[in-house]
Structures are given as structure tokens and as C-alpha cells.
């Protein structure tokens, strides 16, 4: 069942997402050449819990970290470690967190110093990606119309889009009804209502599609070993369109 929020909800969950914001820009300052992933992660969960919120990700199905790190070739999920970055990287860090129980959920991919045109380029278009979904958001539309522009902007851009994971309803759970897949048809699946609120997440990969998980159960990775980005906001359905909730 998809839930529609009320006003207050919606206030609660723009505050977990101003934080989310707030957390991204703070940690982003932080990214160079030499830190490791465990060091980001642990920044990341002491900036969390000053400003009041709670890690949606640390114990989530027992996952350990307080934020996903994933590098280069890693999709989603990584988990911080004494890997250290190094110039030419890039790293995506997936924030999720909770105020007075309501849930905000927001990723972006960033370069570690001087990157190839090709990651760079990926970066990019996978950002655009997220927005040709986002673009589509508004009462009265379909999610496939979401999952369809995702898609062909992918496509647009020769890029593998992660069919096994998805973007997702979020509110007091971190995933809830729907799924939002990154690949679809338009004119099909659920009518957009004002109140549903979604977080709306392309992965994409500079090769293939495929992906498989690691030995430590949680980090997931290209088949290929190509590099993934991925760029994620969790949003609110209007009338006449969306807001953002992690943003400013």
C-alpha cells in the first residue's frame, strides 16, 4: 500500500532531508586523496547524531555502517573499511536518516581529485538521469513514466542500467511501497497522488548491467569491474510537480 502524508509528516521528513543535505555538504568538504572509507563513515555518524537525527542504514538488516561508501566499481552498499581513497576515484556516498521516526534518503557520487573523462562523463549523465525521472513527478502521472525516462536517458548515454535494485517509497520505513525500477515502460503502474513521497535513485554503470554481490553479503559490484554511479532525492509528489526534500 502506498501511503499518502500529511503536511506534518512531510515537515518531519524535509527536516531529515535538509540534514541529509546538510550531512552530504559536510562530508563532500571532507573527500581527498588519503582518507579511508571507515574515516568518512564514522565523520558521517557523529554529524548525524549532533544534529539530532538517527542512522536509517547502521543495523538496517544488520548492516554495519552509518552511511554506504561504495567505490569505483562497487554499485551500493560498501561499508567502510581502512581502504584508502586515492586521486582519480570516485566514491558514493548513500545517506539515509531518521527524525522523530521519519525517513530521509539521498546519494550522490563525487571525484577524488583528477578523474578520466569517462568517469566524469558518467557522473554527469547519470545526474541528468535523475532528473529526466524526476521531471516526470506530479499528480496524476505514472511511475512508469519515472522508471521510463531514467531509462532512455541511460540509454541515450550507452550506460548499463542495474536492473536488481530499484528506487523505493520511503516515510516512517526506509523502504516502503513502491518499487522504482531504473528501466520501464511509460502510461503503466501506479497513478502519482500528492502526498506520496519517493526516493528515486538511478544506478548506472559505464559497461554492463550486471552486477554481483561480494563475500561480505552486502557490497554490490559490476560484473565488468567498470566504474558505477549513483544519484539519489528523496522527493514529495505536488500537484504541479515535485519538491525535493533533500535539498537546501
Not at 59 to 73: K, L, T
Not at 79 to 100: A, E, P, W
Not at 211 to 227: A, F, N, S
Request: net charge negative; charged share 25%.
Amino acid at each position: 500500500m502506498v501511503s499518502i502524508k500529511s503536511d506534518r509528516e512531510i515537515e518531519l521528513m524535509r527536516h531529515a532531508g535538509h540534514i541529509n543535505y546538510l550531512c552530504h555538504k559536510y562530508l563532500e568538504s571532507k573527500l581527498r586523496s588519503g582518507i579511508t572509507t571507515k574515516e568518512i563513515d564514522d565523520l558521517a555518524g557523529k554529524f548525524i547524531t549532533e544534529h539530532g537525527c538517527v542512522s536509517s542504514s547502521l543495523g538496517y538488516e544488520g548492516y554495519p555502517g552509518n552511511i554506504c561508501i561504495s567505490v569505483n566499481d562497487e554499485v551500493v552498499h560498501g561499508i567502510g573499511s581502512n581502504r584508502k581513497l586515492k586521486n582519480g576515484d570516485i566514491v558514493t556516498l548513500d545517506i539515509s536518516m531518521s527524525y522523530k521516526g521519519y525517513h530521509s534518503d539521498s546519494a550522490a557520487t563525487y571525484p577524488i581529485g583528477t578523474i578520466t573523462k569517462d568517469k566524469q562523463d558518467l557522473l554527469d549523465h547519470t545526474k541528468e538521469a535523475l532528473y529526466a525521472g524526476l521531471s516526470k513527478v506530479k499528480a496524476g502521472a505514472k511511475l512508469g513514466d519515472i522508471s521510463h525516462a531514467i531509462e532512455t536517458c541511460a540509454h541515450r548515454h550507452k550506460l548499463g542500467v542495474v536492473e536488481e535494485l530499484c528506487g523505493h517509497g520511503i516515510g516512517t520505513e526506509l523502504h516502503e511501497d513502491p518499487d522504482i525500477p531504473n528501466y520501464g515502460e511509460e502510461g503503466v503502474g501506479l497513478t502519482l497522488k500528492k502526498g506520496m513521497t519517493f526516493a528515486i535513485e538511478p544506478m548506472l554503470n559505464l559497461g554492463t548491467k550486471h552486477v554481483c554481490i561480494l563475500d561480505d553479503d552486502w557490497t554490490i559490484v559490476t560484473e565488468d569491474g567498470k566504474p558505477s554511479a549513483h544519484f539519489e532525492h528523496t522527493v514529495v509528489v505536488l500537484d504541479d510537480g515535485y519538491e525535493i526534500l533533500t535539498g537546501e
